[in-house]
């Protein structure tokens, strides 16, 4: 199966709890206003990926501790975004998710949230902006604990916000969450 993706970081403590392989996939026909991935919305953009090869790279990165996939809209691919969570739990990591949805419409959509230990849901409100709780972007959002191993990361999510810095092939890209946020790694 094939999964159309905008933007991979392979290794980032800014996306999550922990070292992730942070997946952002391309298309989104929510458009919130003041999102900061409009580039995401396009579903005809990216690139087509298949599952079993992204998978592949998750496994080849050592030390990780989960998966992140965000957006892009994940559940506007659900079966494959299903594929890949499912895949990233047979290699024993976590799975963060973050959807414009909110989990009552995931799950009347049948949305896959079987392999979605954290899943942070709802559109994002730029005029309520969430400064104190980590990886969540508006007020109304909520971070759901879906897992038994979603709900020992709870702690986690008091930190303050993060943001990486990387310079790659003469590329500046800053990943993480802008709002009252702290430098975690520079590469
Ligand atoms: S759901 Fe996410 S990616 Fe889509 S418009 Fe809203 S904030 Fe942006």
Redesign the pocket.
Known sequence: MQLRVGQIVEDTEAEGPGRRFAVWVQG?T???PG?C?PH??NSRGGDLVEVSALLARVAAVEGLEGLSVL???PFQQAPAVGELCAGAHALGLSVMV???YTLAELQAMAAPLEHVDLLVDG??DAGRLDTSRRWV?STNQQLHLLTERGRADAPRFASPNTVEIRLTREQLTVNGWPAASQVVRRW
């Open positions: 989104c929510l458009a919130c999102c991935n995401l919305f957006g892009g809209e973050f959807s414009g559109r994002f972007g």
